[in-house]
Structure formats: structure tokens, C-alpha cells
């Protein structure tokens, strides 16, 4: 849900606000989960969010990697139980291909 909402920031021509309602209903998910991830997204400076009438959300971050959003949603890959030394290997390379999964870079 998180990639999905980055990316349809992204790809809107306005970088106006916009309500977390047109954007559940545009991708079909649910208001109040989706308003749950915006707030996760919002603490981590990933997204933008202003109360009122003319609030909404918008993108705030410059760049936004996989790793940025795995990390907002589903905490530091280093903290993955169990953890196993066998384990090291394989969580740094999937930190570091996503690291290079740029999602959203501002201006492209």
C-alpha cells in the first residue's frame, strides 16, 4: 500500500494536496488503513500531510528508495528475527538491492 500511494503521488501532474479519500477510492483501498500508512509515511518525512478543508498529502522526500518505505512500514531490516549470523549475508544484499530501487526521485 505504501509503494502504491508513493507511486500514484508520483505520477500526478499537480503537486497540489490531495485528500487520502481520492486516493483510497482511485486505488481502492481503504480510507482508514490507507490514512494509517500516510501517518507512518508522514512520521518518516516521506509524505506531506496538512489537516482542513484544503489539507490533503503530497510528497515531501526528494528521493524514496524500497528500503525508505520496507523501513517506515516494517522497521530495520538488521532487527528481522531471528538473527541468525547465517542470516547477515542475505539481509545485506536485500538491503542493499533495495537501496538502489529508486521509487520516487523528485522531478522524474
Not at 508513493?6 to 483510497?24: C, E, F, H, N, P
Not at 528500503?67 to 516494517?74: F, G, M, P, R
Amino acid at each position: 500500500m505504501a509503494v502504491e500511494t508513493v507511486l500514484y503521488l508520483k505520477r500526478r501532474a499537480s503537486t497540489d494536496y490531495i485528500q487520502s479519500k481520492q486516493i483510497a477510492k482511485e486505488l481502492r483501498f481503504s480510507v482508514g488503513y490507507l490514512q494509517k500508512v500516510i501517518q507512518t509515511l508522514s512520521k518518516r518525512g516521506i509524505i506531506e500531510c496538512k489537516r482542513g478543508r484544503i489539507g490533503g498529502v503530497k510528497m515531501r522526500a526528494n528521493v524514496v528508495t524500497l528500503l525508505d518505505l520496507w523501513e517506515a512500514t516494517c522497521g530495520q531490516l538488521e532487527s528481522v528475527d531471528p538473527p541468525l549470523p547465517l542470516m547477515k549475508k542475505p539481509l545485506k544484499a536485500l538491503h542493499d538491492a533495495m537501496l538502489r530501487v529508486v521509487i520516487y526521485k523528485h522531478g522524474k
